[in-house]
């Protein structure tokens, strides 16, 4: 594996890991976890594509503490960047939760730098009021973090999420900065989509596996792969039978080399 590392339109320095040969996969880790979580998921499609593992602004090696620097617009410009490095004219790209949505907003944004898109759990799309609920949720986390550490601010959370989550996150934990995970937690006050219908914009063919949690609904991955022009759903939900990164790579990576396959026939 390279280790690569490029300049954001800011100035920030960010990092991340490639592999394999071939075509260009952009693989984004969940917001929590790093570019490791995503490695077991790489090496099953590293023989056919060029996988390129980025540490996402304000995770991992990826240190970023302004929390004004935490935007979707930004993550979507740091994507663009890297394959602008790389020297990619268009990439496959995907990723889980976090990852999912810039994925989203890339391909809504940049039409001709997306190939195809894998949404591993797709992030809730919330009405004002969950909205709120949700930057409540966020800064709570931001405070419990500040205060007491990662650790301590994940715990009260990750109940909530299938067991996979947990081991990605806690894994993560000491290769990240606490101050950057802080930062991190402003996306909250950004807004990815105020309603599913602006996905109709993206033409890309697009794999969507169903969450089954609050954060990343079943019936918002059922909605969108059926209103994307070129939506797909996956058989295999992200669930509480996957405990480790290696499961998940396990569960999806046949569907996803299975769909990956069709864009070449």
């Known amino acids: 594996m390279e280790e690569i590392t490029y300049r954001a339109a800011d100035g920030c320095t960010l990092h991340a890991t490639v592999t394999g040969g071939g075509g260009g996969l952009v693989l984004m880790h969940a917001g929590g976890p790093d570019h490791k979580s995503m490695i077991p998921l790489a090496e099953r499609l590293a023989d056919r594509f060029m996988v390129v593992l980025p540490d996402l602004r304000g995770y991992g090696r990826s240190v970023c503490t302004d929390p004004a620097r935490h935007t979707w617009a930004q ?3 740091d994507v663009v960047r890297l394959l602008d490095h790389i020297g990619l004219s268009s990439a496959v790209l995907g990723g889980a939760g976090l990852g999912s949505t810039i994925t989203l907003r890339t391909a809504a944004a940049h039409p ?3 190939r195809a898109a894998v949404l591993i759990g797709v992030e809730d799309i919330e009405d ?3 909205k709120e609920a949700e930057i409540r949720f966020l800064d709570a986390f931001a405070a419990r ?3 007491e550490g990662i650790e301590a601010g994940w715990e009260p959370i990750l109940a909530g999420f299938p067991p996979v989550v947990g081991d ?3 894994d993560a934990i000491p290769r990240s900065d606490p101050a950057s995970i802080v930062a991190a937690a402003a996306i909250g006050h950004d807004r990815s989509f105020r309603s599913v219908d602006e996905l ?3 033409t890309a063919p697009t794999l969507v596996f169903p969450g089954t949690d609050a954060r990343h609904p ?3 991955a059922e909605e969108a792969a059926d209103i994307l022009p070129h939506g797909q759903l996956a058989t295999v939900p992200i669930g509480d039978d996957l405990h480790t990164a290696v499961d998940l790579a396990r569960a ?5 080399r299975e769909f990956l396959f069709t864009l070449t026939e």
Do not use: G, K, N
């Open 168 to 170: 990605m996150v806690r």
């Open 218 to 220: 079943t019936a918002l």
């Open 145 to 147: 973090v500040e205060s």
């Open 112 to 114: 001709d730098r997306v």
């Open 75 to 77: 993550y979507v410009e």
């Open 128 to 130: 004002d009021e969950a």
């Open 252 to 256: 999806t990576a046949p569907a996803i």
């Open 200 to 202: 109709t914009v993206i």
